[in-house]
């Protein structure tokens, strides 16, 4: 079975930091791009960020260009959101899920996500 599991949210301040990490299993790393995505309360999800496993291309959303950082390790099959200069509309639940044959990653989510993880919650306090 595929699993995507998210962790590390948490409670932060404004301008703090916080590092998410999705761990895979049950899928072939490099066939997959993995996106990490958002919601906050009255929203739409978001795309935040996409890895492209395979060839290591990255794409992160205007909204969080130049805080966020997406990386991945495919020794421990999980994929990293690095979060900095924090802001209280960061706030929401965040959920990484995969997508098979997507090789740029701006595409990522274009034709819809094939594997979703359960989310973890940001809360950043002004």
């Known amino acids: 079975d595929v699993q995507l599991q998210a962790s590390g949210g948490g409670l932060v301040q404004s301008g703090g930091s916080l590092t998410l990490s999705c761990t895979v299993s049950?899928?072939?790393?490099?066939?997959?791009?993995i996106g990490w995505f958002r919601q906050a309360p009255g929203k739409e999800r978001e795309i935040v960020s996409c890895?492209?496993?395979?060839?290591?291309?990255?794409d992160v959303s205007d909204s969080v260009k130049g805080r966020f950082t997406i990386s991945n390790d495919a020794s421990k099959n999980r994929v990293f959101l690095q979060m900095n200069d924090l802001r209280p509309e960061d706030t929401a639940v965040y959920s990484c899920?995969?997508?098979?044959?997507?090789?740029?990653?701006?595409?990522?989510?274009?034709?819809?996500?094939?594997?979703w993880g359960e989310g973890t919650l940001v809360t950043v306090s002004s």
């Open positions: 049950g899928l072939n790393w490099d066939d997959y791009a």
């Open positions: 890895i492209v496993n395979g060839n290591g291309r990255t």
């Open positions: 899920a995969a997508v098979a044959s997507i090789l740029i990653p701006s595409y990522c989510d274009y034709y819809g996500m094939d594997y």
